[in-house]
């Protein structure tokens, strides 16, 4: 006579809250190591888990949690059906599988709860708990990019006082960026066109440049340009009539066409700065998770 017991379907009992699962232990151990390393400890003669009496006893941890990630675990049949499972319960399941770095199990809640309505705060704060680059990354570039919804009591209250600062930083740097306008982006900057803050015109008349002497003309769209792109546009609110915007402009960055064409190069707004740079450190410590 020979034995031919299925060891893998041995049943554990877990208590977590106030409910206690009979389940069979063998896909925990498959899809967590820290859980098989915690069956495989020497047990003496009083053996948690092994019945309802004693079982293993899960602090911290919630009932509904536990009860999706057994869903996933041991789906139904595929005669009843298929197993479907609410955003609450992917998050359980996301919840506990990165706690016990059952790395499947993760990577299928992520990717479930990707294709559902997460907003962009919502993305934040479960990329946070849940150590999420991807989400991380979207969510972040999300409000940055969306400005009626950088509102800071708002994001100060879903994300913290650090996050909603940098993001509003973030936000603001990219504006002046934007409205900084580069050589040759339509903006014809003449004599003609200068004026002071009471709107009134700076030349009436040809001038000479100060460094070379060469003359001026007001309405000559080639003769000066804008050296460094430091100018701000802003919208007129001192003119009445129709909507204007003004130009404010340092006259020192005013050139010359004669100047070298060394010093003609325009520096450029600066470098970009964005979501991965200001949260990198963040991002990167994440992203190890996926590895």
Known sequence: MTSNRIHSWTTVFFKVEETVFEVPRHRFIEHSEILADMFGLPQGGSVEGNDEERPIVLEGYKAADFGALVKLLYPLPAISGSYTLTKDEWVGVLNLSTRWHMKKMRDHAIEHLSKMSLTSAEKVTLARAHKVAKWLKEGLNDLVKDIQTLQPDELKAQLGVETAFRLMWIQNQSFKQSQAPAVGSGFLITLGTLGCSNGHPVFAGPANCFSCGQKILLDDPEAIYLYNNTAVLVQDTGIPG????????????????????????????????????VFKEEIASYESWDQ
């Open 242 to 277: 129709p909507s204007r915007m003004r130009l404010i402009i340092n006259l020192q960055n005013l050139k010359c066409r004669l100047l070298s064409p060394k010093s003609r190069q325009s520096p450029g707004p600066g470098p970009n700065v964005d979501v991965n740079e």
